[in-house]
């Protein structure tokens, strides 16, 4: 059973278009992460929520915890093909701060010029 | 600051096989686990090490084993590897008392078993 869902599993737009990109769990989370990997690399960073209902901008990227802690999303406005990669959502599996972090399966954002 | 940095960046094995690999945590940090991602797929973790000793395991077999050492730096060891062993491994470092579970991963080692 994944703990983390992540949806789509694939997603191949136009540049300048949006998205929407969601995690989703049936626990709650005390933090998610989320990253960013492209082919070969490891995993980026781009954000952590920690708070219910929380949301972070980071330049066209908004992110989104839910009120309950149990789902983020992560928004991209007007993408680029420099977006292009595997975004991962992750988190200690409950009770949390463990060090340990599971994964959701990652989507894939391909951006066409 | 120099950030996690894993060696080597690739290595072919063949079956049966025993591989290294090594890791040095981001600075400031004592604490580095080690995940195994299959292309296309999540990271799934295999174990963490602080203070010189592994404290969490996933479900991964006793071939996978590992080291920490005094300067927080750590190495994976693979023993009598298997084809489905071929993956990209990653080591990421956390200072065990940070206040969120963020983890900051290294570029990777891609193992390719033959």
């Known amino acids: 059973t994944q703990l983390l869902e992540q949806s789509p599993q694939f997603l191949s737009i136009q540049e300048g278009e949006n998205l929407t990109v969601y995690c989703n769990s049936s626990?709650?989370?005390?933090?998610l992460q989320w990253y960013r990997q492209e082919p070969g690399e490891g995993p980026v960073l781009l954000v952590t929520v920690v708070t219910g209902g929380e949301v972070k901008k980071l330049k066209r990227l908004t992110f989104q915890f839910g009120d309950a802690r149990k789902d983020s999303s992560l928004h991209i406005t007007a993408a680029q093909t420099g977006d292009t990669g595997l975004y991962l959502c992750a988190g200690p599996p409950p009770p949390g701060n463990t060090g340990k972090l599971i994964f959701g399966q990652g989507t894939t954002l391909q951006v066409k010029p | 600051d120099a950030g996690v940095t894993q060696s080597p960046t690739h290595l072919i094995k063949t079956r049966g096989q025993q591989v290294t690999l090594r890791c040095s945590p981001k600075?400031?940090?004592?604490?580095v686990s080690w995940y195994q991602q299959a292309l296309g797929q999540g990271p799934q973790f295999i174990f963490q090490y602080y203070e010189e000793e592994e404290r969490q395991r996933g479900n991964f077999p006793d071939r996978f084993s590992g080291h920490q050492f005094p300067n927080y730096s750590s190495e994976l060891n693979v023993n009598a590897l298997l084809l489905g062993d071929s993956a990209l491994y990653l080591c990421?470092?956390?200072?065990?008392?940070?206040?969120?579970?963020?983890?900051?991963f290294g570029p990777g080692t891609r193992l390719t078993v033959l």
């Open positions: 600075s400031g940090h004592d604490t």
């Open positions: 626990s709650v989370f005390s933090s």
């Open positions: 990421a470092s956390r200072h065990r008392r940070g206040f969120t579970d963020t983890q900051y």
